[in-house]
């Protein structure tokens, strides 16, 4: 890999040999483009794979430094590599248009937790948990937000649906994976274990 | 900026009765009739009524006075059951449980089984934590930065590409576009729209599509022969809302003579 | 509390005086974020108009010029300014698999819901329910795809057309009628009525 630096006015012809300074600049300019994480197995197939994994994070992460400055950030998801505005800019961006995204009510966040932290699981999962029934609703707004999807049957009368969290999910989220959902505490207990057992 | 809406570290009022903030449930667990609607839709279901309870009061769960709570489970009960039949069997579901443990509790305990099986409540203490915990879970998934609430995906104009490819798209788009519109509660007070409406205004459009480019039909052709009764009705009732909304002229020059309707935009 | 509250040297609190350094990071971020052009008009409003159109002109200038190196660039087209991807980069974005496709923004996402749900309706009206102007682009790209038509126009000043859904809608979105959307009475209850929500 030739590492001249070049002047500006260098077309991005990839029959020539690609400098560190064109690559960056294409998956730059690709990255802005694509609205979609792009991993880098398919960040790679821009350069007919000419380029190695290594190679090629080590560019993002360049490019990754070269944005720490602005309001915008390359962060690094489940799906792979995207650009996004900082949480600071986001009060400037709401401003352009009125509209606010959703909140979801806390009977769609309870079922996306439960979904999250215990999948897969079945709407009768979920009821039980909850104690009291879920609208097909609160799963349709989940699968039309892309954030759970089917991913089989269980083996049992009816054979329900089993529920997980996507990959969107995780993306959505800022998160590479599900391990860096937050841990959850372990609850104090709301029994005293060896309190000998009062009679109400 | 992203201020956690479903915590309340604040305790906020519990509901707000004729405007009265309700800040915490009297002891003895009595809660006025008036109130009791509102108090309930404050809840996601039993489940989360009873761990409120119990933590509000810091009660361990042994000291629930099982036959006050029973009591007022069956008045939620009672309340419920006309308007929410599926909620209401919930709570019923709850009581029965409840009465259940305070019967079993009552009687002399099985001698053979161990101890921790046989007391009645560790399945409902159980539960009760795992929806704790969830409802931890939920708090924490709303916390994180979320895509559109908290930043925003760059994604930069390419002509071409647009051309090329025009998107698809699904009713669960439309479904999620929709949801942002009513987030503003501006939009959920103008637009109550049914299902019902929702046709009529589908046959709105397509009785102007009738009209279009004609100088007038008679009231009659607007009603296709095949249209069931409902469907009548349906065009009857878009003919009189585009007339409302002077979208079509009804005219009738003649007493009892043929109706007719045209474009009002039409020029004449 | 949200996570990413840290920003490296400063913050960008519109409290504070506007910094020019300032004001291009929120101007570069929220242009990189819409793919409508913006106005001057609207870019001032980001600042409840504390800056002159001249100023807000020139920053635009500065930033034009500090991306001029790169694979995307900032124009300034009719209606306003917007970044895009140099025609150089098209190759690249094209070698990415073809699920990457874009999707409608969510302005145009929004008034295709608008005339679904409310049609027959006029811009005007979709102004009035999204709250924000409605570009001309929007309704083209919608009649452009064969989704919309103009059944009419309203007998006021200005006579204003009239948009309603067709059936290559429904077929395109494998509807029988328009009944078949999801009713919206029950979407409502998806997501938080008001900013106060309950206890935990």
Redesign the interface.
């Known amino acids: 890999m030739s590492v001249k630096l070049v002047n500006?006015p260098e077309?991005?012809d990839?029959q020539d040999t690609l400098s560190p300074f064109k690559t960056k600049?294409?998956l730059?300019?690709?990255?802005?483009?694509?609205?979609?994480p792009?991993s880098v197995t398919?960040l790679r197939?821009?350069f007919d794979n000419e380029l190695n994994a290594a190679l090629v994070t080590n560019l993002l992460n360049e490019i990754r430094e070269k944005w720490?400055?602005?309001?915008?950030e390359l962060v690094h998801v489940a799906s792979g590599w995207?650009?996004?505005?900082?949480?600071?800019?986001?009060?400037?961006?709401d401003?352009?248009?009125?509209?606010?995204?959703?909140?979801?009510?806390?009977?769609?966040?309870?079922t996306?937790?439960?979904i999250?932290?215990r999948q897969p699981v079945t709407r009768g999962d979920i009821e039980?948990?909850?104690?009291?029934?879920v609208?097909s609703?609160?799963l349709?707004?989940l699968?039309?937000?892309g954030w759970i999807d089917t991913v089989g049957h269980r083996n049992v009368p009816g054979r329900p649906a089993l529920f997980a969290t996507t990959q969107a999910f995780l993306?959505?989220?800022?998160?590479r994976s599900l391990e860096e959902?937050?841990p959850?505490?372990e609850?104090g207990?709301?029994?005293?274990k060896n309190?000998e057992?009062?009679?109400? | 900026?992203?201020p956690n809406?479903?915590d309340s570290a604040d305790t906020p009022p519990v509901a707000k009765i004729c405007g009265e903030p309700l800040m915490e449930i009297p002891q003895d667990l009595y809660i006025p009739p008036d109130a009791l609607e509102v108090f309930l839709d404050t809840f996601?279901?039993?489940?989360?009524l009873l761990l409120y309870l119990?933590r509000k009061h810091n009660l361990?769960?042994?000291?629930?006075?099982?036959?006050e709570l029973t009591k007022q489970y069956m008045a939620y009960v009672e309340m419920m059951h006309a308007e929410q039949l599926?909620?209401a069997a919930?709570y019923l579901l709850?009581t029965a449980l409840l009465i259940e443990i305070?019967s079993r509790?009552?009687l002399p305990k099985p001698v053979a089984t161990n101890e921790e099986e046989s007391?009645p409540?560790a399945e409902l203490?159980r539960?009760?934590?795992?929806?704790?915990?969830?409802?931890?879970?939920?708090?924490?998934?709303?916390?994180?930065?979320?895509?559109?609430?908290?930043?925003?995906?760059?994604?930069?104009w390419?002509e071409q590409?647009t051309l090329n490819q025009p998107p698809n798209i699904s009713i669960?788009?439309l479904?999620?576009a929709w949801?942002?519109?009513i987030?503003?509660a501006k939009i959920n007070r103008h637009h109550q729209v049914s299902r019902e409406t929702l046709s009529v205004r589908a046959y709105m459009s397509q009785v102007l599509r009738h009209l279009h480019g004609r100088q007038q039909v008679t009231f009659y052709e607007l009603f296709s022969p095949t249209a069931s009764v409902a469907e009548v009705v349906v065009i009857f009732l878009a003919i009189l809302e585009l007339a409302k909304e002077a979208l079509v002229a009804i005219l009738q020059p003649e007493v009892f003579g043929v109706i007719y309707v045209r474009e009002t935009s039409q020029s004449t």
């Open positions: 500006p077309t991005l990839t600049r294409i730059e300019a690709v990255l802005l483009t694509t609205q979609e792009l398919e197939k821009l720490t400055e602005s309001g915008v995207r650009f996004q505005t900082k949480a600071e800019v986001q009060p400037f961006v401003r352009l248009s009125p509209q606010k995204t959703p909140r979801y009510s806390r009977a769609v966040m309870e996306l937790a439960i999250a932290y039980d948990i909850r104690g009291v029934g609208s609703n609160i349709k707004t699968s039309a937000r993306n959505d989220l800022n998160l959902l937050p959850l505490d609850l207990s709301l029994v005293e309190e057992l009062p009679l109400a | 900026m992203n809406h479903l996601q279901g039993p489940l989360d119990i361990e769960i042994l000291d629930i006075p099982m036959a599926e909620l919930e709850m305070k509790m009552l007391d409540r203490v539960r009760l934590l795992e929806y704790e915990r969830i409802k931890q879970a939920a708090n924490l998934l709303n916390e994180l930065p979320q895509a559109e609430r908290d930043f925003t995906t760059i994604q930069v390419m590409k669960d788009d479904r999620h949801i942002t519109l987030t503003r």
